[in-house]
């Protein structure tokens, strides 16, 4: 593997690799990328994930630099490949790229000739955040296979239900769509099962994966109000009651309180939202250390 675009790039036995990898890494360092300088080049706001890869090449070992567009020369014009071809010049040796436009990764490694880790391209990818999402789902279940996995709300405009809508049925897993007709009208019916109510389904799953209802990207169309989403999608304290003894509630983060889930559940006992957090570290480890390895 030289660079790393989509879940789709990887079989199960390499995703399994990885969680397995990524196990190994939890809370731990080594000097797998010493004299390596890993560049975080994010043309997209993000928290988690950024954070998440400088830590993880710290804890390699490695140099970090970060770039975001808000305070570099992109603001004055500079293109995406001159922005990549300079981070190149000046030494860097592996690229995490995120960017509002679907490709734009490929893009990069193209350019600079450098291996890149996708760290969330427009509406499509956004691999390690799928890998992380599965390692935790394994932690918790003790498999993947034979779990159920109801994925509620944006699906359209979500590359994280992108990625999990092609690994969890690959890994033995059953994913049933949830929301308003608006976000889940291109749902791969050969893969997945769509409903237009969670109560429907709410009971029937391991998992209840919410996504956030992405306004920047066109979303806030789709339904009438933020109160009437909460209503009719919401994971609220009485639906969460519903949900089947030891099934736990999922979410990639940013949330929205009271929108796509209530306070009393992010913050409840069925939430494992920061242990998905957590997760991030030992992942980007483990797919840095690899693209580390197989470069050339
Ligand atoms: N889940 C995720 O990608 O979060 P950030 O946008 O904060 O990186």
């Known amino acids: 593997m030289k660079s790393l675009f989509t879940i789709a790039e990887l079989s199960s036995d390499q995703i399994v690799a990885l969680l397995d990898r990524a196990e190994s890494y939890t809370d731990k360092r080594t000097n797998e990328l010493v004299n390596v300088t890993v560049a975080t080049l994010f ?16 804890r390699l070992g490695a140099e970090v630099v970060s770039f975001a567009a808000e305070t570099s020369s992109v603001s004055k014009g500079e293109s995406l490949k001159d922005t990549a071809l300079t ?25 600079t000739n450098r291996p890149v880790v996708n760290g969330g ?22 498999k993947i296979d034979g779990l159920t996995v109801g994925i509620v709300g944006d699906v359209g405009n979500s590359r994280v239900a992108r990625g999990l809508i092609d690994a969890l049925p690959r890994m033995g897993a059953g994913v049933t769509l949830v929301g308003p007709s608006t976000f889940t009208e291109s749902a791969p019916t050969d893969l997945v099962q769509v409903s237009h ?48 003894p030891g099934a736990v509630v999922m979410h990639p983060g940013p949330i929205n309180r009271g929108v796509e889930i209530a306070s009393e559940v992010a913050d409840g006992d069925r939430s494992v939202l920061l242990h998905q957090v957590r997760n991030g570290v030992p992942v980007r480890m483990a797919v840095m250390a690899s693209l580390w390895e197989g470069r050339s």
């Open 87 to 111: 981070v190149a010049a000046l030494g860097v040796d592996l690229i995490v790229v995120r960017h509002p436009h679907a490709g734009s990764p490929e893009l990069v490694a193209g350019w």
């Open 121 to 142: 391209d427009g509406r499509r990818a956004h691999p390690t955040q799928t890998l992380l999402d599965l390692l935790t789902m394994r932690q918790i279940f003790g």
């Open 43 to 58: 043309m997209e706001p993000s928290t988690r994930t950024r954070l998440s890869f400088e830590l993880a090449a710290h």
């Open 197 to 244: 109510r969670i109560d429907e389904v709410i009971a029937t799953v391991d998992v209840v994966y919410l996504l956030r209802v992405q306004k920047e990207r066109g979303a806030g169309g789709g339904y009438p109000s933020d109160a009437s989403y909460h209503r009719r999608y919401g994971l609220n304290a009485a639906r969460q009651g519903l949900m089947k």
